[in-house]
DNA sequence: TATATTTACGAAAACGTTTCAGTAAATAAA
DNA sequence: TTTATTTACTGAAACGTTTTCGTAAATATA
């Protein structure tokens, strides 16, 4: 009924088994040299034999290195982080490195929590795309004082923090989109703007404003809205901007689930998308490209965001990481305006 | 330019900063009895001021326990997975675990390279949806060969395997969207499902066989087709359907990228839905419902399944896992059709 | 008072790996 | 030949916890 069973398989087991010591079993698995051929492959068909695996705890204990790396996200649902935590799953795959993943829900709470968590697993570094509301980041320091190296994406600290950061350029995103609106003839945009705490809605803020200053725009700050971008905030948004005329002849979102929301609105009320009114949305989330009319919006590339972030990473542990010589400055990665049938 | 800092934290360092040993310590970290309060709550302010966290690699090495689970899927960016991961990790969170995601991308290869990895990483006990073309289990033998509960969901052992089974109701899922069809008049029902080595596909089969056979309907084989639902497939498929008349009057498909595919398809030959052609999908992928006209398909309660998940790996975890008294019956969790204007 | 029981703590071993310091044997240099 | 160098290995300590066993003090029981 006892559940143990006898055959363990430690460095130990091996070493006794073949006459070695332990110390000679652990250079052969990690390809010390100074170790004779012939015990190196006795050792090898051993390991295979019994079909040994390292014990991670035991090793990491030694090393300090666990060879997982954490990663924090609002939510894996999101269609980017979706596919950014893909490439950087599958990269870190390929060089060894396990991922835990984490999903703060956009609590700060939780994100504290997270970051004590992966400091106790004693992951090797962090990756993290910041809650909507983060904007003290000290509790990451516990991670950075004890040379785990930190690194942002897309949600980054806007104040200087000892970090890689990496982000999307979401002034041009949102300076392209402007301008594509301004180029087709809108001139009275309403823009539906993320919460001011976070650096991507900042930054569209600022590239919107670029582009309607550029064309000699004023903005009115009645079209101009900053609340979480959910399905319900929006519509209070769309009932308040449509409550009495003149209209907006376009509605510039900072994300795609809100300008899924104002199409379904506009058809409700009968408007037609694009010739009433405009839409255009970010991030290119697949969505946005099946509905009628399709949604133009501003590609990210997460896959090649993933990638980068993988590089980077690999270059912070491979380097050992010195937070002195950290290079803060951010790593920005391009977009590009996808132009569909919403406009 | 040395990166060491010098404040260490352990176990052992509090036991000296307050005279203890580091038996007491531990004894107050993990709530045992017969240590006097006042000794308590010493040694608890002492842990708050330095800011002590448990060292896991040390913890784990010495207990077997990691307070980590490891999950293993097709990819995360599948709808359904997407949820029910979600659900998994705010629920394991809650109770203190951590998780390890790691995506197979579908490969057999990697999924037999993940199990490897997460025996390595000793995790305390494994989740997995398995790829489409696992028949053989035997790489899962090394963790439950040494007591590591191994939990499958969605796609799992067809087999008898001494692991906990999770999975929806896909026959009856199928039935009932094939007895919906049936009942608004279809005959002529297609049917594109995935590869028949995997569970999912085998139920939805027999769902569909069995509505048809009920009705008195016969499954006529050229309507019925096998791959793997990727677009480009189902394309492929569709030409062949519609090279010649008669066509189908309906098609049943065994996922919402397919059924939204054949939506696509159908618009472009100028079909339309329902009038000419009614289309069923599966899965409820929030795609379906924002498309014109919204697609039919059936809800699996992905947040549901994740709960399930949960509760049964914490059962695992606390009973202690006893491989003998294993209860290997499959778990079934509940599907509803939701019925749209696809058909 | 003497004895048994309970309480509060410490000493030390153990988990499995890595690595430093050491050594014997083999080879090269003098 | 002797001495230096290299090669191939071993012994033992260390990483930070947890846990068993032991013990002294405090309390209860006879």
Do not use: W
Request: with cysteine; glycine share 4%.
């Amino acid at each position: 009924m006892k559940k143990k069973n006898n055959k363990k398989n430690s460095i130990q087991d091996i070493a006794e088994a073949l006459q070695l010591s332990p110390a000679t079993i652990s250079r052969v698995l990690n390809n010390h040299p100074h170790v004779h051929e012939s015990t190196r492959s006795k050792v090898m068909t051993m390991v295979e034999q019994v079909g040994y695996k390292r014990n991670i705890m035991a090793s990491g204990l030694r090393t300090n290195k666990t060879n997982t790396i954490g990663l924090i996200v609002p939510r894996i649902s999101m269609f980017v982080h979706t596919e950014i935590i893909t490439a950087i799953q599958n990269g870190l795959h390929t060089q060894g490195y396990n991922l835990i993943i984490c999903q703060s829900n956009d609590s700060l709470e939780i994100e504290k929590d997270l970051a004590h968590t992966l400091y106790a697993s004693r992951v090797d570094a962090v990756i993290v795309a910041c809650t909507l509301f983060t904007s003290d980041f000290s509790h990451f320091d516990i991670l950075t004082q004890n040379d785990i190296p930190v690194l942002f994406y897309d949600r980054v600290p806007v104040k200087p923090y000892p970090a890689c950061i990496i982000k999307g350029d979401d002034s041009r995103g949102a300076y392209l989109a402007t301008s594509h609106l301004i180029e087709l003839g809108s001139r009275r945009i309403a823009y539906i703007s993320g919460p001011m705490s976070c650096n991507i809605y900042i930054d569209r803020y600022a590239g919107f404003q670029q582009a309607m200053r550029q064309h000699g725009i004023s903005i009115q700050q009645e079209l101009v809205f900053y609340h979480e971008l959910t399905v319900d905030n929006a519509r209070k948004t769309l009932h308040k901007l449509f409550a009495r005329e003149p209209y907006p002849d376009a509605v510039l979102c900072a994300n795609d689930l809100t300008a899924l929301t104002v199409l379904s609105f506009a058809k409700e009320k009968g408007m037609s998308v694009p010739q009433d009114l405009r839409i255009v949305g970010y991030s290119n989330d697949p969505r946005s490209s099946i509905v009628t009319p399709s949604i133009t919006t501003v590609e990210q590339f997460p896959g090649r965001i993933g990638n980068v972030i993988v590089s980077e990473v690999l270059k912070l542990l491979k380097n050992g990481y010195d937070m002195a010589a950290l290079d803060t400055t951010p790593i920005v990665t391009p977009v590009e305006l996808i132009r569909r049938m919403s406009t």
